[in-house]
């Protein structure tokens, strides 16, 4: 029997993006704007593109362009390692763990609560993906909330839809996630978690769209299991779950928690009333991870290994950032991304303006599916997205959120998302039958979307 291809890696995709983007400086005309700094800004002055003499690339760009993506986008690479450490260092305490089980416990003692479960889990799985990024994490939880699922009459379905769902609805609206919106931001020379008050509104929408939807599916199938959509699917039944394996939500977690809404409270305060940057926001979150060591009592050399194995965690999303970069330096250096910006916006210039916004947003889409990793793909668009919002007269912020909604929405059903592929793979649901259940649910959500990039071209000026 032949197998069937896997989809190319991020990392082979971005080096083969690489090749493609060599061979268009040869054949795109090379173009420049003129660009002024506006409050340390660098914007594009529409209007001002000039054709300038062509400067192809060759060889030598496609094997220096990752080293010179490293050092460009350096800064940011050391933030998405710093953080990673610093959570894994939280994670290790066992406090979110904890958490959740706290809430299984509660589902147990309560069953007339049960249905509602489902929707706060969700809320909370999109919590912890638009405050610190949860995202890998899920396939770890998902060996709680399948057998959760079970025990409440449910099924695998729901199982492996509160942690996929909700994280994806979380990083969709984003709040201050630092791998997803934090990047984005920052590339994008705009205020580090800028906007977060409609930020908040997007956040809230999508995640009660998202949990009445699984509220609606559980609550059908708890009165009659032959509805679910894995009916006749012999689905093997997920281990029963071992309150002696729970961590107990004991005085030390409590604490880290608390001390992690501390920080998230914090960390909104400083960005608006002292302009925090990547600083100032990766020693928030240092100091988070080590205020969390310490309440624990952990050792140095426990709190070390969880901090360099977290950072480990983040190879990947270094590499595809600075690969990513690379990709821009080699358009840079070729001359031809203002000639792209130029072609683009002269085809949108006489669309109004949301019309633009959308397309950017139906774009981030697109892409993701090719690049499903969030800070990889901000790295590699922002820097188109950002200057391209200058020249059709919208708000950089405006690419941030298309952005972070097509990111975070299209990872709940793309095949080449490791994460979710991952989920199905645990809870034995056939992708077939994984995309014709959230296929409505993620239309519904996509429409909202579309509705939600509305309000701030019409009422707000970011």
Same mark, same amino acid.
């Given at each position: 029997?032949r ?32 660009r ?5 800004t ?6 001002s ?7 192809p690339?060759?060889?030598g ?20 390692f ?14 979110i ?42 396939l ?7 057998p ?12 492996? =839809?509160?942690?996929? #769902? @909700?994280? *994806?609805?979380?990083? $969709?609206g984003?709040?201050?996630?630092p791998f %997803?919106?934090? &990047? +984005?931001?920052?590339?994008?020379q ?15 929408i ?5 949990g ?8 059908r ?20 779950l ?5 961590p ?24 608006n ?5 990547i600083?100032?926001? =990766?020693?928030?979150? #240092? @100091?988070? *991870?080590?205020?969390? $060591? ?6 140095? %050399?426990?709190? &070390? +290994? ?14 595809v ?34 019309i ?12 993701n ?9 901000a ?28 990111? @975070? ?7 080449t ?26 239309i ?5 979307a ?7 071209l ?5």
């Amino acid at each position: 029997m032949r197998l069937p291809r896997k989809f190319p890696d991020t990392i082979a995709i971005i080096l083969g993006i690489s090749v493609i983007f060599i061979a268009l400086t040869w054949i795109i005309p090379a173009g420049q704007f003129d660009r002024e700094s506006i409050d340390g800004t660098e914007m594009i002055i529409p209007g001002s593109y000039e054709r300038v003499e062509q400067n192809p690339q060759g060889i030598g760009a496609f094997l220096t362009a990752p080293i010179k993506g490293f050092i460009s986008a350096a800064f940011v690479i050391g933030f998405v390692f710093l953080v990673g450490g610093a959570f894994s260092v939280l994670n290790a305490t066992g406090a979110i763990n904890a958490g959740l089980f706290s809430i299984i416990k509660f589902a147990e003692k309560n069953p007339k609560y049960k249905h509602l479960i489902v929707p706060v889990l969700t809320a909370l799985f999109s919590l912890a993906g638009a405050t610190f990024g949860m995202s890998e994490e899920i396939l770890v939880f998902v060996l709680i909330t399948i057998p959760l699922a079970q025990a409440l009459g449910y099924d695998s379905m729901i199982g492996a =839809a509160i942690p996929v #769902i @909700g994280t *994806g609805v979380g990083f $969709a609206g984003a709040i201050t996630n630092p791998f %997803t919106i934090g &990047i +984005a931001q920052s590339i994008a020379q705009v205020p580090v978690f800028g906007g977060i008050e409609y930020r908040l509104v997007v956040w809230f929408i999508l995640t009660t769209i998202a949990g009445i939807a699984l509220y609606r599916y559980a609550l059908r199938i708890g009165k009659d299991p032959n509805k679910s959509i894995l009916s006749g699917l012999n689905i093997k039944a997920a281990e029963k779950l071992d309150k002696a394996d729970m961590p107990e939500l004991n005085l030390p977690r409590k604490t880290i928690l608390y001390a992690l809404l501390f920080a998230l409270i914090l960390l909104i305060y400083g960005v608006n009333e002292f302009g925090w940057y990547i600083n100032e926001i =990766a020693a928030l979150f #240092i @100091g988070l *991870g080590l205020l969390s $060591a310490i309440i624990y009592r952990m050792s140095a %050399t426990k709190a &070390i +290994a969880a901090f360099v194995e977290g950072a480990q965690g983040m190879m990947k999303a270094a590499l595809v950032i600075g690969l990513a970069k690379g990709l821009l330096i080699i358009a840079e250096e070729g001359l031809i991304i203002d000639t792209i910006l130029n072609s683009v916006a002269e085809v949108a210039g006489d669309t109004p303006k949301y019309i633009s916004a959308e397309l950017m947003f139906l774009f981030q889409c697109c892409l993701n599916f090719f690049i499903p990793s969030g800070s990889g793909q901000a790295a590699l668009t922002m820097p188109i997205m950002a200057p391209l919002s200058d020249v059709l007269g919208i708000s950089r912020e405006i690419a941030v959120l298309a952005f972070q909604m097509g990111d @975070g929405l299209t990872n709940m059903i793309v095949p080449t998302s490791g994460v979710t592929m991952g989920v199905l793979s645990i809870a034995n649901i056939p992708y077939d039958k994984w995309l014709k259940w959230a296929l409505p649910i993620f239309i519904l959500l996509v429409i909202s979307a579309m509705l939600l990039m509305l309000p701030p071209l019409l009422l707000f000026t970011w």
